[in-house]
């Protein structure tokens, strides 16, 4: 998911960057930097457990509580954005999925 791509399912969902922060369980300056692609001239990558949130409040998933049954088989997705995500499109190399952590681990509360 590219910083556009990101911009464009929040603004298509209709949140501000408040409302996606507080849904995703982040600082709204973690939005930002995943819209703006950089934080002090350094890539941010957005992770695979974001993109897989942005999928998930995408399909009106906004928690889990982890009792959900479990499938007994596995349909693949069928749109674009689970296929995107399935593919690992915007994989992220191991130097800059350690910064995007630290990044995350920075800014958001425990």
Aim: aromatic share 6%.
């Amino acid at each position: 998911m590219s910083p556009d791509q990101f911009r464009a399912w929040r603004k298509g969902l209709g949140l501000k960057q408040k409302d996606a922060a507080e849904r995703l369980g982040l600082k709204k300056r973690m939005i930002q930097y995943y819209e703006k692609g950089d934080r002090n001239g350094r890539p941010v990558e957005i992770p695979k457990s974001i993109r897989l949130a942005c999928y998930a409040l995408t399909k009106g998933i906004g928690d889990f509580d982890g009792t959900a049954p479990v499938p007994t088989s596995f349909e693949p997705p069928s749109d674009a954005l689970a296929a995107d995500v399935e593919s690992g499109h915007g994989r992220q190399s191991a130097d800059s999925s350690a910064e995007s952590a630290r990044i995350h681990r920075s800014e958001t509360k425990i």
